[in-house]
Structures are given as structure tokens and as C-alpha cells.
């Protein structure tokens, strides 16, 4: 008398082989997610930094003149917080992606140039998201106030 196996099922090689091949998949996808999503927190940056830069510009379109650094005074209507606040960007509380103040700055007599920027992320050397008179870009590593030549007005 012979008796038959039912053979339903996985053996446990198969199981083994199945479970490396999830692995390795999940192993190789999980990088390429997290480099999205920091792709993300840069764009939102550079979003938020261009949309301050038209608030500013336009500002100096009227007043011929960038708005002040020298504190986050609401009443100075003068000032970076007040300009931004009356065009509904609230500069009190305004975080960027990565749960830092953005930081504004201008030369200290003539208000002619300025820079508002977020630092990026922190412990990075991809530089911060920084919008200028000119341009939106990112830079290569330092914040402009690390180099030497700012001293910024955070927002928070």
C-alpha cells in the first residue's frame, strides 16, 4: 500500500526565493521614494520663495525701494513682515519643508538688493533655495548669511 502526498502548497525554498525577490525590490524602490519626496520639499521651497520674491518686487515697483530687514515690526509698513503680511503670506509663522524660518535680507543702506531663502535641508550641501533681484536658484552649499554678507531677519 502506497501512500500519496498531497503536495498543495509552497516548500519552503520557494517561500525563501519569493521572500528575497520582495527584498531586493523593496530594498532598490525605497531609496527612489525618498529621493522624490525631497525632490517635493525642494519644489514647494522654490514655490515659496518665488512667490515672496514677486511680493517683494512688486513692492519695490510702487516704492522704489525693497522692503526693510532690520526687524519684523507688523507696524513698520516698511518692513518684510508687514508687506508680506498685507498680501496675505503670513512671515510670523511661515515654515519652509523643512520646519525652518525663511530668512530675508538687503543691503544695509540703499534697501537695492535683497535675498530671501530657505536654508534646505538641514545637514545638506545642496545649499538653500534663494531668490534674489535677479534670480531663483539654488546654491551650492552655504547660506548667503554663512559667506559672510548677511545677517537675515528670520520669519519665525
Known sequence: MFFRRNEAGF?????????????????????????????????????????????IDSYFVEHGTYPKDVSNDINDTASIKSVLVKNG????????????GFKYDT??????????????????TKGCVLATNSAVTQTDGEEPDKKGTLVAVTSK
Open 11 to 55: 516548500s519552503l525554498v520557494e517561500l525563501a526565493v519569493v521572500l528575497a525577490i520582495i527584498s531586493i525590490l523593496i530594498a532598490l524602490l525605497v531609496p527612489e521614494m525618498t529621493k522624490q519626496a525631497d525632490r517635493t520639499k525642494e519644489k514647494r521651497a522654490k514655490a515659496e520663495v518665488t512667490l515672496m520674491k514677486s511680493v
Open 89 to 100: 503670506i503670513d512671515w510670523g509663522r511661515l515654515e519652509d519643508p523643512w520646519g525652518n
Open 107 to 124: 543691503n544695509d543702506t540703499t534697501y537695492s538688493e535683497y535675498a530671501v531663502y530657505s536654508a534646505g535641508p538641514p545637514g545638506s
